[in-house]
């Protein structure tokens, strides 16, 4: 079993839900809606997520897991049901957004609401595609969607400061988030989100309350021609990858060169065509690890639970105890929690099933203290009613 498994919960900014979602940010006509469109033609189907209504402008998109891969050969089940990120476009961005121009209070509420920052950014240039600001220039992008972003924050940290320090002197208990708002008031002041600051776990409960843009994880995609994509070089790379260091040397973000027209491409010719393109000019799809790197980076894990009925994926939010892992399948499982019978994939995939994994020591119960590994193979006792159930 991991070292941590056991390990005390760590305090994450954003919300505690595991279903959480990654908005598609930039300018205008940099490649961002090329992108959703290709991820939602590759769309998990809806059926496969009962109880749940999407919104048009969401895809939710299957993770690639390997493990889920081997798991399903091995069981061979009716029923298959992958790991999903779920996407949503929003609306090009102009400069002075924080103050309503263009559609900047749209824009900004629909950051809000997501809970992690695919942002978009253009190199490549094109006379039939025009740049919002009429010349290609990555950095002032970058610096202005930052701006903006930051301006926002400080403007609604402010106010809760404002508004605290009014009533502080009689309500005390409320001193506590006021100096965690007056923290955050200080990091924005001087250009630096909020996820960059050192919290600590009393001060993220209330930061998490405002739901900061800046507060929210960013993977940056990097939209290339389909040229420099191939050859891997572009003036431009050595000076983002800077901008993004320094802006982040905290906690390095990470960058993803993709071609989004390349990607689009690919989609239309279907699989087989789409291999032998891709083989032709010796490259690969970017767009798996563009989705298993936005999943993780919202701090989202799953679990298996198998069998030869059903092999399924379930998320959960990093470093989730077990009872709230039973309370993805269901509420009664959860409020009901015995405990968590355990298996580890390295160990199931090499001893080949669960009667090996228990007399070789490596199926194990777990309480509700037992926080749940990404590929961990779970199975839940709860007491449902009179009697005990199993699920």
Avoid at 5 to 28: C, E, F, N, T
Avoid at 142 to 150: A, G, P, R, S, W
Avoid at 152 to 158: P, T
Avoid at 259 to 286: H, Q, W
Wanted: charged share 25%; glycine share 6%.
């Amino acid at each position: 079993m991991s070292k941590n498994a056991d390990a005390p919960a760590k305090p994450l900014l954003g919300r505690p839900s595991s279903h959480l979602q990654i908005g598609l940010v930039g300018l205008p006509n940099v490649g961002k809606s090329t992108l959703f469109n290709i991820l939602t033609k590759m769309s998990v189907p809806a059926e496969n997520y009962p109880f749940c209504t999407i919104d048009p402008t969401f895809s939710r998109v299957a993770v690639p897991d390997d493990r889920y891969e081997w798991l399903v050969e091995h069981f061979k089940p009716k029923s298959e049901v992958p790991a999903q990120l779920q996407i949503t476009d929003i609306a090009g961005l102009m400069k002075g957004a924080h103050k309503g121009e263009g559609l900047g209070n749209a824009f900004l509420s629909h950051i809000s609401a997501v809970d992690g920052i695919f942002q978009v950014v253009r190199i490549f240039e094109d006379s039939d595609v025009t740049h919002v600001l009429d010349s290609v220039d990555p950095v002032r992008d970058l610096q202005i969607i930052q701006e903006e972003l930051l301006l926002k924050d400080l403007a609604a940290v402010s106010a809760e400061v404002h508004k605290l320090e009014k009533v502080v002197g009689r309500e005390k208990h409320r001193k506590p988030e006021l100096e965690a708002y007056k923290k955050a008031e200080e990091y924005l002041k001087v250009n630096k989100p909020i996820r960059f600051g050192e919290w600590k776990p009393a001060e993220v409960e209330y930061i998490n309350l405002l739901q900061c843009l800046t507060a929210k994880p960013t993977v940056y995609l990097v939209n290339m021609s389909e040229e420099d994509y191939i050859k891997k070089k572009n003036k431009w790379l050595a000076k983002i990858k800077q901008w993004v260091d320094e802006t982040s040397k905290e906690a390095p973000e990470m960058i993803i060169p993709i071609c989004a027209s390349l990607e689009s491409k690919l989609v239309e010719l279907g699989p087989e065509k789409a291999a032998e393109y891709l083989k032709g000019i010796n490259s690969t799809s970017i767009i798996p690890k563009v989705v298993k790197t936005g999943y993780q980076s919202i701090n989202l894990v799953h679990f298996f639970t198998c069998g030869t009925d059903e092999v399924r994926c379930w998320t959960v939010r990093r470093y989730s105890k077990a009872p709230q892992a039973a309370g993805c399948i269901h509420t009664d499982m959860q409020n009901g929690f015995i405990c968590a019978e355990v298996m580890k994939y390295v160990d199931y995939k090499e001893l080949g099933s669960e009667a090996a994994c228990r007399a070789n020591g490596k199926h194990q119960q777990k309480g509700k203290e037992y926080i749940v590994e990404d590929g961990d193979i779970l199975f839940f006792k709860f007491n449902a009613g009179a009697g005990l159930k199993k699920k």
